[in-house]
Each structure stands twice: as structure tokens, then as C-alpha cells.
């Protein structure tokens, strides 16, 4: 079982940055593929970036493409997502989530681990 758990989040300006982590447990952390997702208030939860397990690929939702960075280090089984220019609209819980394969997916049902969430707030 693989257990998963962010951290990072907080309050931030509109315009501003900041960086969450999600760190894995398990010794196959290379082998999963790793995926952000969010879900705002009243909204359903939507992809936001992937990475593959190599780190290789990476892949993102329209709305961040260009403001957020996804990367992963499997020395410290550890995915993190830099954002940057944030909005207020990307005010959500964000979610780490893992996948037993190593190649990215944007179906959130196909992920098989989640951590807990953390939130994020920009305000105006």
C-alpha cells in the first residue's frame, strides 16, 4: 500500500507563488506515474499535471499550462507542483494521486492511491 501526503499549501496573493510536495512511501515510487488534481467548492475534482514515473513526460490541463510546473525527485520519493502567476480561480484542495503504471492519465479513476489534500488559497 502506498500512502501519499502533501504538503505546502497556504494563503497567497494573486500574482504570487508557491510550491506544494506530496511525499510516497513504498519502494516503487519510479514505477507510478504521479498526478495533481483539485477540486474547488461545489466543483468537481479536475486534472491539473502529470508526470511520468521516469519524470521523462509531463503533462498539463489547459487552464495551467505555462504558470505550473510539475517535477518529481525518486531519490526522495517525492513529487512536487510549482505554481506560479496563480489566480484566484485556482483556489482548490489540491490532491496527489499515484497510478500502479508508469505513463500519465488524465481519468482521475484511473489513479489507485490518494493522499488527503491540501488547501490553496489566492486571494485578489
Known amino acids: 500500500q502506498v500512502q501519499l501526503v502533501e504538503s505546502g499549501g497556504g494563503l497567497v496573493q494573486a500574482g504570487g507563488s508557491l510550491k506544494v510536495s506530496c511525499a510516497a512511501s513504498g519502494r516503487t515510487f519510479s514505477s507510478y506515474a504521479m498526478g495533481w488534481f483539485r477540486q474547488a467548492p461545489g466543483k468537481e475534482r479536475e486534472f491539473v499535471a502529470g508526470?511520468?514515473?521516469?519524470?521523462?513526460?509531463?503533462y498539463y490541463a489547459d487552464s495551467v499550462k505555462g504558470r505550473f510546473t510539475i517535477s518529481r525527485d525518486n531519490a526522495k520519493n517525492t513529487v512536487y507542483l510549482q505554481m506560479n502567476s496563480l489566480k484566484p480561480e485556482d483556489t482548490a484542495v489540491y490532491y496527489c494521486?499515484?497510478?500502479?503504471?508508469?505513463?500519465?492519465?488524465?481519468?482521475?479513476?484511473?489513479?489507485?492511491?490518494w493522499g488527503q489534500g491540501t488547501q490553496v488559497t489566492v486571494s485578489s
Open positions: 494521486a499515484g497510478r500502479r503504471l508508469h505513463f500519465i492519465v488524465t481519468i482521475r479513476n484511473e489513479y489507485d492511491y
Open positions: 508526470i511520468s514515473g521516469s519524470g521523462i513526460t509531463t
